[in-house]
Structures are given as structure tokens and as C-alpha cells.
């Protein structure tokens, strides 16, 4: 069984500070893990996924997130947070070359100015 | 590559009847699509497998004579809600894979239904 835990399911920052999501993950395989974002009433877009290559994964518009598999973690993070960020995060657990893909509760970020 | 779209974005019918959204892959072909429910504020909950010439995989709870599923090409998958009714107003929204690159999903731009 596979499952993702997003420990927030509201993360408020200041523009230009820190972000942090949270995503824990159970998995009974070798899971591949992903991040999408979702604007308001738009569809879901990649961030960043990691598929047992390097624990240290770069996504785009300056993401990025580390495997822990001892701590069973893929916590999303950004060095400076822009307006534009502003959306529903979803961590995305899944079993290497199984259709299976669960979705976490989903976390929404504001940035204040 | 690997882009999705759904038609229609956005829909709203009467009580009763049934509405058709259709998946498409549009620069490449997709043996397996996959239909989604958002609810608002809600994440996405997984409704079934579309698998090309074959019959859909329902998840379980899903009702598959309410929601149902064609997957006739490699490159479209429609979803046709029979006698809608207002609970059934939601966010759906669909995804491919691309074949030979593991289990990544593509997803569609959603359709949003409301039911009056």
C-alpha cells in the first residue's frame, strides 16, 4: 500500500522568505514521487519528481526537494517565495512503472507582499 | 511534448441529463488515460482507468454505469456523466501516460461541471 502525507494543509509566507511544504510518504515499493502545483480552476503542473536518481531534486521555477529515505520525506522547498507561487501544492506518491498515483491532501500556499 | 486537453473547460446542464468531456493527447498516443474528481479545496480522487479498446478499471465506490468511460483511440478518452444531478457538479480532470517513460502523468486542464 502507498500513501502521502502533506503535514500542512496551509503554509503562509512573506514574499522574497523561505518556502516549506511538507510530504511524508508510505510505500511498501521503490516509490517514485512527484510535486504539481494547481492554480485556481486550472489544471496540474510538474514541478519536480524523483525516480531513484539523485535524492537532491531541481524543478522548476526555482524548486526543489530532497528524498529522506530514512526519514520517509519529500518536503518541498524554496529559497525566496514570489507572488506567483501562490497555489495548491499536491505531493504525488507512486510505485516505479505502476499506474497507481495517490495524491496527497494538498497544501495552499499564500505570500503575503 | 506530452500535452493533454479536455473539452469542454467548463460545462453547465440541467438536472437529468448527461454531459460528455473528452481527453485528448495531442502530440502523442496513450494507451492508458486516467479520470479524476477534484471537490473544492479538496485533493484529486482517482475514479478509473481508461485503457484503450478495453474496458475502464473502476476504483471502488465509483459507479460505472453513472460514469462512463470510452477510450475508442490511442489519442482520446471520454467521460460521459448519465443523468447529472447536482452532487455530481465537481472539478474532472484527466491524464496520460506517455508510453516508454515510466509512471508520469500528463494531466488535462480539468472541466468544471455544475449541475443545476
Known amino acids: 500500500a502507498q500513501s502521502v502525507t502533506q503535514l500542512d494543509s496551509h503554509v503562509s509566507v512573506s514574499e522574497g522568505t523561505p518556502v516549506l511544504l511538507r510530504c511524508n510518504y508510505s510505500?511498501?515499493?521503490?516509490?517514485?514521487l512527484f510535486w504539481y502545483v494547481q492554480h485556481p480552476n486550472k489544471g496540474l503542473q510538474l514541478l519536480l519528481k524523483?525516480?531513484?536518481?539523485?535524492?537532491l531534486v531541481k524543478g522548476i521555477n526555482g524548486f526543489e526537494a530532497e528524498f529522506k529515505k530514512s526519514e520517509t520525506s519529500f518536503h518541498l522547498t524554496k529559497p525566496s517565495a514570489h507572488m506567483s507561487d501562490a497555489a495548491e501544492y499536491f505531493c504525488v506518491v507512486s510505485p516505479y512503472n505502476n499506474n497507481d498515483m495517490r495524491f496527497g491532501a494538498g497544501t495552499r500556499l499564500t505570500v503575503k507582499p | 511534448g506530452a500535452v493533454v486537453s479536455q473539452h469542454p473547460s467548463r460545462v453547465i446542464c440541467k438536472s437529468g441529463t448527461s454531459v460528455k468531456i473528452e481527453c485528448r493527447s495531442l502530440d502523442f498516443q496513450a494507451t492508458t488515460m486516467f479520470w479524476y474528481r477534484q471537490f473544492p479545496k479538496k485533493s484529486l480522487m482517482l475514479m478509473a482507468t481508461?485503457?484503450?479498446?478495453?474496458?475502464?478499471?473502476?476504483e471502488q465506490g465509483v459507479e460505472k454505469d453513472k460514469f462512463l468511460i470510452n477510450h475508442a483511440s490511442l489519442t482520446l478518452s471520454t467521460l460521459t456523466v448519465t443523468s447529472a444531478h447536482p452532487e455530481d457538479s465537481s472539478f474532472y480532470i484527466c491524464?496520460?501516460?506517455?508510453?516508454?517513460?515510466?509512471?508520469?502523468?500528463?494531466f488535462g486542464p480539468g472541466t468544471r461541471l455544475t449541475v443545476l
Open positions: 524523483y525516480t531513484s536518481a539523485a535524492t
Open positions: 481508461s485503457n484503450e479498446g478495453s474496458k475502464a478499471t473502476y
Open positions: 491524464s496520460a501516460r506517455v508510453p516508454r517513460r515510466g509512471n508520469e502523468q500528463f
Open positions: 510505500s511498501s515499493y521503490s516509490p517514485s
